[in-house]
T-cell receptor, first 116, second 114 residues
Framework: ETGVTQTPRHLVMGMTNKKSLKCEQH?????MYWYKQSAKKPLELMFV???????ENNSVPSRFSPECPNSSHLFLHLHTLQPEDSALYLC???????????????FGPGTRLTVL | AQSVSQHNHHVILSEAASLELGCNYS??????LFWYVQYPGQHLQLLLK??????LVKGIKGFEAEFIKSKFSFNLRKPSVQWSDTAEYFC????????????FGAGTRLAVHP
């Protein structure tokens, strides 16, 4: 148990569907991250939130919409996705990510997304 | 732009064999370096990290890694692998002063046969 949970663990959706991924951290952290893990490619950082404010958007298409209502919860809203968006989506959390120093990131188990 | 290269996508070993996984990064400044492991069906876990000091760092489960600054490398080693080491291994880099941004390699999938 990492202290970072993600739901659902598996999701199959059509290209016209709207769905959301949820991440929750129980570690008292105040930075949260979304990563995309595709086969044979490096993990790609998508979004970073520090103290509920988005501090990084790594040129992610607008069909992915993040939401961070508080420091413990992070959502990724999905709309009109493409088959190439099928991947494992990982959430992570850490202590403050804006102080200039590095704070260890703790990862959730991921949501395996398949877009038909 | 920073990038991380892992030389092997797949490695197959027999138990008790020695392991070395290559990792090179491209960044001219000071870096923090990491190896993460992802066991089948489990989350990413930190195996070891290098921030400064002794370039030979030891992690959990008998793993170690050596930072060679002149070669921009951070190779992972284990003298004798076990079946339970079957997993995917990811090298990652954080640029010092680059806040908490991690740049990952594509991963190396290790299969250890009994």
């Amino acid at each position: 148990e990492t202290g970072v949970t993600q739901t659902p663990r598996h999701l199959v959706m059509g290209m016209t569907n709207k769905k959301s991924l949820k991440c929750e951290q129980h570690l008292g952290h105040n930075a949260m991250y979304w990563y995309k893990q595709s086969a044979k490619k490096p993990l790609e950082l998508m979004f970073v939130y520090n103290f509920k404010e988005q501090t990084e958007n790594n040129s992610v298409p607008s069909r992915f919409s993040p939401e961070c209502p508080n420091s413990s919860h992070l959502f990724l809203h999905l709309h009109t996705l493409q088959p190439e968006d099928s991947a494992l989506y990982l959430c992570a959390s850490s202590q403050d990510g804006t102080s200039g120093g590095y704070n260890e990131q703790f990862f959730g188990p991921g949501t395996r997304l398949t877009v038909l | 732009a920073q990038s991380v290269s892992q030389h092997n996508h797949h490695v197959i070993l027999s138990e008790a064999a020695s392991l070395e996984l290559g990792c090179n990064y491209s960044y001219g400044g000071t870096v923090n370096l990491f190896w993460y492991v992802q066991y089948p069906g489990q989350h990413l876990q930190l195996l070891l990290k290098y921030f400064s000091g002794d370039p030979l760092v030891k992690g959990i489960k008998g793993f170690e890694a050596e930072f060679i600054k002149s070669k921009f490398s951070f190779n992972l080693r284990k003298p004798s692998v076990q079946w339970s080491d079957t997993a995917e291994y990811f090298c990652a880099v954080n640029a010092v002063g680059g806040y908490n941004k991690l740049i990952f390699g594509a991963g190396t999938r290790l299969a250890v046969h009994p």
